[in-house]
């Protein structure tokens, strides 16, 4: 154990939701709000946390302490009553079982998740294809952590360090990606990444904002391996 640690982001890297996620937060906010209509804001790789501060924003709301923490207890029994869709709507992309299981088989790695969503979240998505058994969720950085996306690579590094007492730098931890925001996690928060052209961002614009490897998607595993072990 030690040589690598390992964060894979979920939505558009592990799985595609068709956009349930964004339907719940939508639903949940309108209830949250009470506003017979609002203004959606959009943008992959936020946090939970941003995207409820944007919206807020955008809709005229001015954001207070204890709202994202108010605004959860609303929209965590949607996500539950819709849990049995997230199979149906939802599927795994391709090499992702894949490359989960080659990490999770390989005593040097410390494989986890480094997402937007929040904790319970993540694991409901996992849960759904049967790949939350892969990973360590107990040392991920997740969405309900902090509300900037790089303070979650910091956040991963030192539950791994409270948890099994090995030292990750940012040499030895690596982001696995699809957005912009993933690539400056990573920069910003101390990791390596290696960026995955899966979501609706291409390779190149990857490239631009700073992420020297890509990949056009996890299909080939012993690329990945290289890729994360490089």
């Known amino acids: 154990m030690g040589k690598r640690l390992v964060l894979w982001d979920i939505d558009k890297t592990l799985?595609?939701?068709?956009?349930?996620?964004?339907?719940?937060?939508?639903?949940?906010?309108?209830a949250y709000s009470g506003l017979a209509g609002h203004t959606d804001t959009r943008g992959p790789g936020r946090t939970e946390w941003q995207w409820f501060h944007d919206t807020q924003l955008a809709n005229g709301i001015?954001?207070?302490?204890?709202?994202?923490?108010?605004?959860?207890?609303?929209?965590?029994p949607m996500f539950e009553a819709r849990r049995a869709e997230f199979a149906r709507r939802g599927h795994v992309l391709p090499?992702?079982?894949?490359?989960?299981?080659?990490c999770a088989d390989d005593p040097d790695i410390v494989s986890s998740i480094?997402?937007?969503?929040?904790?319970?979240?993540?694991?409901?998505?996992?849960?759904?294809?049967?790949?939350?058994h892969l990973v360590d969720l107990s040392v991920g950085g997740?969405?309900?952590?902090?509300?900037?996306?790089?303070?979650?690579?910091r956040i991963a590094r030192r539950r791994v360090s409270e948890h099994t007492g090995v030292e990750f730098t940012a040499d030895t931890t690596v982001l696995v990606g699809d957005s912009p925001n993933d690539v400056?996690?990573?920069?910003?928060?101390g990791a390596r990444v290696v960026a995955v052209a899966t979501g609706i961002t291409d390779a190149a614009a990857l490239r631009a904002v700073g992420a020297?490897?890509?990949?056009?998607?996890?299909?080939?595993?012993?690329?990945?391996?290289?890729?994360?072990?490089?």
Do not use: C, W
Request: glycine share 8%; hydrophobic share 45%.
């Open 95 to 102: 090499g992702a079982r894949e490359a989960l299981l080659a």
């Open 114 to 132: 480094l997402t937007g969503n929040t904790r319970r979240n993540a694991e409901r998505k996992l849960a759904a294809f049967g790949l939350d």
């Open 62 to 76: 001015e954001p207070a302490d204890g709202a994202f923490e108010e605004y959860l207890r609303i929209q965590d």
């Open 142 to 153: 997740y969405g309900d952590d902090h509300m900037d996306r790089p303070e979650l690579v």
């Open 212 to 230: 020297h490897t890509v990949l056009d998607d996890l299909s080939d595993t012993a690329a990945v391996l290289r890729s994360l072990r490089g």
């Open 184 to 189: 400056l996690a990573a920069l910003h928060g």
């Open 15 to 30: 799985v595609d939701m068709d956009d349930l996620g964004f339907e719940i937060f939508s639903a949940a906010f309108a």
